[in-house]
């Protein structure tokens, strides 16, 4: 492995980006605009901020006044030829008109441009982003259609075209020379990428190795304290009784905490293993463990149609039972719990909810659920450890979807989650 580079000489990538004098987007799998060189914000008279995060062809629509205009189609066309071979496309020149902000009117502009969309892979052939790189050729067509509709071109002209050419080769060659400083990056990105994985092997190594040595005296201190209990119980006063309880307890609850530090240790180092997979069956597995574990206390389920989806069933199957107990959990104080386990569409999305009548909790609390160790309720109110929501909320993220919840205090909660995309914002 190469030695280590000094944080001082650690390049900035993204400045480095955004300064390169070619015309850049960044563009995620789902075409949306996650990066752009201020030369390309330059090119289309755009703001950075405005952009970012808003797909491709929302930002630059074809021209409503041209009918003829064929640019989205042809992008889009180039775009959908790299997602599916992973392989770069280079475009034919295209006219794609630009609007001009607000300031200047908002009416569109003539543009050319010379497009080239190019991948960009991770270590294992994901497509991460792709890279759509123009160069502007306006002027050069309409010296080009000009010169096509004249017989005779003035020497200006010529001159004009010949500058033209040149700068377009010189341009070129910082192309040239940009993409090699990208090639440079990439591979100290990579070899980042490598030693995050030793260091990740060493952490779960580290951490398997903390849980058990703190297993190891967890077991002897309530071991000693059976013992104490069985052997000195009838001497022992209320005070000293309720002592060794508080031993008890918080060697339950300290132990509960080491397991669970162990369940998030193997959720973020698990190799995910998709296939299709139905949720009711899982959800109805799940109810008939929380319901033996229960006893003869009521429940009303009230399950839905959910769908079949792409997901590792083991991780699936621990979303549901983190989600559920915690519903069991805080709806014990109502006379009939009440939990809802269904499927909501919004806008194309398929999004899953779990809803209780528990106690719920202020929805200014709602950005603590998901950080690990944080509870929003006193030990003496509700047992837990703070992390089951932590894991639940890395497994989402790990099958590229997204959780959250809301809640009316003293009415119930809905946690909600996808799988494979990005909820709206409800």
Known sequence: MSAS???????????????????????SPDLKIIGASDAYLAATMTVREHILGRGIFEVFPDNPADPR????????????RVLSSRKPDAMAVQKYDVRRPPSAGGEFEERYWSPVNSPVLG?????????????????????????QQEQEVSEELRRHVVKV??????RA??????????????????????????????????THSVAHDLKAPLRTISAYASMLEDDYGGRLDDTGKRHIRSVRDSVRHMTRMVEDLLNLA??????????????????????GELE??????????????????????????????????????YSRKRDLPVIEIDLMRDRGNEIVFVRDNGVGFHMADAGKLFS???????????????????????????????????????????????????????
């Open 5 to 27: 580079v000094p944080v001082s000489q650690t390049p900035d990538f993204k400045a480095l980006f955004e300064s390169i004098p070619g015309l850049y987007l960044v563009l």
């Open 69 to 80: 205009a064929d640019g989205v189609r042809n992008l889009r066309t180039s775009l959908e």
């Open 372 to 426: 690990v160790f944080q509870r929003l309720h006193r030990d003496d109110e509700f047992e837990g450890t703070g992390i089951g929501l932590t894991v639940v909320q890395r497994i989402i993220s790990k099958h590229g979807g997204r959780v959250w919840a809301e809640s009316v205090e003293g009415v119930g909660a809905t946690f909600y989650f996808t799988i494979g995309e990005s909820a709206p914002t409800l």
């Open 165 to 170: 050419e040149a700068e377009i080769f010189q």
């Open 123 to 147: 270590e294992n052939g994901e497509l991460l982003y792709i890279i759509h790189r123009v160069e502007d050729v306006t002027e050069f067509v309409h010296l080009k259609r000009e010169r």
């Open 266 to 287: 193997k959720v973020e180092n698990h190799q995910l293993y998709r296939r299709p997979t139905p949720l009711r069956p899982l959800v109805e597995i799940v109810i």
């Open 173 to 206: 060659k910082e192309i040239q020379s940009a993409n090699r400083r990208i090639e440079a990056a990439n591979r100290d990105l990579a070899e980042q990428s490598d030693r995050l994985i030793h260091i990740n092997k060493d952490l779960e190594a580290f």
């Open 292 to 329: 033996r574990a229960a006893g003869r206390r009521e429940v009303e389920w009230r399950v839905g149609s959910l769908p079949t989806v792409e997901c590792d069933p083991g991780l699936m199957k621990q979303v549901f039972s983190n989600l559920l107990e915690n519903s069991v959990k």
